[in-house]
């Protein structure tokens, strides 16, 4: 899911940026008139007596700044990066020519805090880097980023440290390139930090203090954990492995004594016109109850606490794969899935999947990306993504809707009505109740699913995505 954060920039930009460590040489995109600098140090290398130790800024020599960095150590079992080294803690910046007051994007990559990293292609902020000025951060993953053993002096959550230490570099650092040193940077991704809390008082930049849950909960920077969700199904199975008994074990695991209330709303035969039955159903409940829903909760939590957000809901499935460790044949059934906006926002519309594939997007594609392109800089400039996007209200959620069929997109409710579903059963409320799976109304994603949808995952996993404003900075999940 989009963890950008936005500022405000100014000055100048130029393949030669002098910091006070040095004078960075960086080089010239191929793809656009922007300039990159690659493998930026903001932290000393965490290896020695600094592995598991929060991050120490760099204090060295800067020079060449165009080798990709390496990728910190991967611990997923389904999407490894190559090379990676644990001195990892580097950042990508990409300026436009003659850079000045142009907003900035920073961005955080995903990956279930286990894998991903700044030099993967599909983050290549060339071609965004127009208007704005693009910056990316490497972190460390895994337990070298988030193992907390407080007895044994692993204070834990290393890696939201870095990413907190890669945006205190930003502040710090991004007037050389053409930024605003006064930007505000107060806020992490959702995706890291999944809904906005009362603020705790652990490490702050500028006057407000990150709040939110992560993956370790130390009462500092992680001041809370969210209602545990049970067992996540094998990423590494094929969709024609997941048969309904793997189907109802995931379900039991899960929801426990309410897995036959989750099971009546969602039967596998409600997907019986899909490929895979069992595998549709299982993505449809793991999509609502680990993005749709947490999304919501973001959203809501935030709009109450008075901070501005803005949410959209992804249904255009691209016509190219865009990363390139998806196999032949896969689109169909992958639909507008989870990080298909990624392209996108990044403006990586050609020689899909990068850096060098044969595919392109189409023109209403290639359209859809400016449009989003526009909402994203326009919330780096000016606060907001523009008329165009309603402002979410927990009064009839508005939104954007991207649909697939015409890649456009529709302002107007983001419909979230299953959501208090689950919420009965995580709070235990719903007992033994049943909820028809094919009951009409819009509150049965299922009966949403079957009257006509022509992609299977459209509907099974569309993107919600929670743009959230805090003073000036901007919050992407």
């Given amino acids: 899911m989009l963890p950008f954060v936005l500022l405000l920039a100014a000055s100048c930009a130029a393949q030669s940026v002098t910091l006070p460590g040095g004078t960075l040489q960086g080089g010239q995109c191929t793809t656009s008139n922007a300039s990159f600098f690659y493998s930026v140090p903001y932290a000393q290398p965490p290896t020695g007596d600094l592995r598991f130790a929060a991050p120490q800024p760099y204090n060295g020599t800067l020079g060449q700044a165009t080798t990709p960095s390496p990728k910190c150590p991967q611990f997923s079992q389904s999407f490894i990066e190559y090379p990676y080294s644990e001195d990892c803690l580097y950042l990508n910046v990409w300026v436009p020519p003659n850079a000045n007051n142009l907003p900035v994007k920073v961005w955080i990559y995903g990956g279930g805090n286990t894998a991903g990293s700044i030099s993967n292609q599909t983050y290549n902020g060339c071609n965004l880097a127009t208007d704005p000025i693009v910056v990316s951060v490497n972190y460390r993953l895994g337990p070298l980023g988030f193992l907390g053993l407080q007895d044994f002096g692993i204070e ?71 209602a545990d969700v049970g067992v996540q199904p094998t990423r590494r199975q094929r969709p024609q492995d997941i048969t309904e008994a793997v189907y109802l074990a995931y379900l039991n695991s899960t929801f426990g004594s309410a897995a036959s209330t989750v099971e009546n ?146 302002p107007g409710m ?34 949403t699913y079957t009257s006509g949808a022509n992609s299977m995952v459209t509907q099974l996993s569309w993107l919600l995505v929670v743009v959230a404003v805090v003073g000036v900075c901007t919050i992407f999940m």
């Fill in 156 to 226: 834990g959550n290393m890696g939201i440290q870095d990413q907190l230490l890669g945006l205190r570099w930003v502040r710090k650092n991004i007037q050389a390139f053409g930024g605003d040193p006064a930007a505000c940077l107060r806020s992490l991704s959702l995706s890291q930090l999944n809904v906005t809390l009362p603020r705790p008082t652990g490490p702050t930049i500028n006057p407000a203090s990150i709040s939110g849950f992560g993956p370790f909960v130390d009462g500092e920077i992680v001041p809370a954990n969210h």
């Fill in 414 to 447: 983001v419909d979230y009505s299953v959501c208090s579903f689950f919420q009965q059963i995580s709070a235990g409320a719903a007992g033994n109740s049943s909820t028809s799976a094919t009951s009409s109304g819009a509150d049965s994603p299922v009966a």
């Fill in 265 to 410: 709303r969602y039967p596998v035969s409600a997907f019986n016109s899909t490929p895979f039955p069992a595998f549709s159903a299982l993505v449809q409940v793991y999509t609502q109850t680990n993005f749709w829903c947490p999304a919501y909760a973001g959203l809501t939590r935030a709009a109450q606490n008075g901070v501005p957000v803005w949410t959209y809901r992804w249904g255009q499935a691209p016509s190219c794969a865009w990363y390139n460790v998806f196999p032949p044949g896969v689109l169909p059934i992958f639909g507008a899935a989870h990080t298909a906006e990624i392209p996108f926002v990044f403006a990586n519309v050609d020689n899909n999947p990068p850096p060098d594939g044969d595919c392109s997007f189409t023109a209403a594609e290639k359209s859809l990306s400016r449009q989003m392109v526009g909402f994203w800089t326009s919330i780096a400039a000016n606060g907001n993504p523009g008329s165009e996007w309603p402002q979410f209200e927990t009064e009839g959620t508005t939104g954007i809707n991207i649909i697939n069929e015409s890649s456009s997109v529709t």
